[in-house]
């Protein structure tokens, strides 16, 4: 994957499967396994432990599935993007963590998944490092900032179903705006770079020949 016989870039479409980076292939690839995706259809998918390199973008997208966040990172000449759900832990976690990101360096994302043995919970997210340091959370419960502050426990009975279905609707609300807020930020930087007199919505205008934008083709999607 990302191995090329010419010098041109390329773009590997990931998402996240049971705690994996998930690469869609044909069937018959080896080390390809198979599963059934929300369409009940087969599909063939090479499994990743972690992904490492720069984050040269990120956007909130929407297709038949819903709303999902797409990560571009950067290794070589190679383009990785990942789609998460923003109805998922790992669209929570990346959000917690990314303000803590050093966007100008590579960073390591590692997603994982597994059953709590002392509570039988299911346990999903990201973790992700720069060095030898691991990515802590910019938002905590004991210092949220500005976002959204989860509901609070009621004598140690447990938080309203209803309730923290609310609460994770204006929470996740809240990070798309932060994610599409950072977005605009990382393109202003691009075009101050690029384009100094230009802004970034002038610079991303479809009639802007200096702006290339890419389609993702129905039998790329990672889904």
């Known amino acids: 994957m990302g191995l090329s016989n010419d010098n041109k870039s390329s773009k590997t479409f990931l998402n ?3 705690g994996k980076f998930a690469h869609r292939v044909p069937e018959g690839t ?3 396994v198979s599963r059934k995706n929300k369409k009940d259809a087969l599909v063939w998918e090479k499994m990743y432990d972690s992904l490492s390199g720069q984050i040269s973008s990120m956007k909130i997208e929407k ?4 709303k999902h966040l797409a990560i571009d ?11 998460i759900p923003v109805d998922s832990k790992y669209f929570d976690t990346f959000c917690y963590k990314i303000n803590n990101v050093d966007l100008s360096k590579d ?9 709590a043995q002392d509570s039988g919970q299911k346990k999903s997210g990201l973790n992700m490092y720069q060095g030898n340091n691991k990515i802590e959370h910019y938002y905590t419960k004991e210092d949220p900032k500005d976002k959204p502050v989860s509901p609070t426990f009621n004598g140690g009975d447990r938080v309203d179903d209803e309730e923290w279905k ?17 977005s605009l930020s990382m393109a202003n ?4 770079n690029t384009a100094p007199t230009m802004t970034a919505t002038e610079f991303y205008k479809p009639n802007n020949p200096k702006a290339k934008f890419e389609t993702q083709a129905d039998d790329q999607l990672p889904f």
């Open 16 to 18: 996240i499967v049971s």
């Open 30 to 32: 080896e080390g390809a």
């Open 63 to 66: 297709d038949d599935y819903g």
């Open 73 to 83: 990172v950067k290794s070589g000449i190679d383009t990785f993007q990942v789609q």
């Open 107 to 115: 960073v390591k994302i590692v997603p994982y998944s597994f059953v």
């Open 166 to 182: 609310i609460f994770k609707l204006s929470e996740r609300k809240w990070m798309m705006n932060m994610i599409s807020n950072k």
């Open 189 to 192: 930087e691009v075009v101050k």
